[in-house]
């Protein structure tokens, strides 16, 4: 069986996947349906993006 600590960074790294995917999703919605450059969903989607991927990379690094 897991430990703890290891089902929490499994789980904290699907959930940074998920978070970049909607991030993703929503920048490309919002291209395809003709949003500019300062479009609201254009800048949630960057701010999704930056934060699943964050939120990845910091998962990703070993501890200490």
Known sequence: MAQPDEVYRGVTRLFALVILGFGIAIVVVTIVN???????????????????????????????
């Open 34 to 64: 003709g949003g500019g450059l300062l479009s609201s969903g254009l800048l949630l989607g960057i701010i999704f993006t930056l934060l699943g991927a964050g939120r990845l990379y910091l998962s990703m690094r070993k501890p200490g």
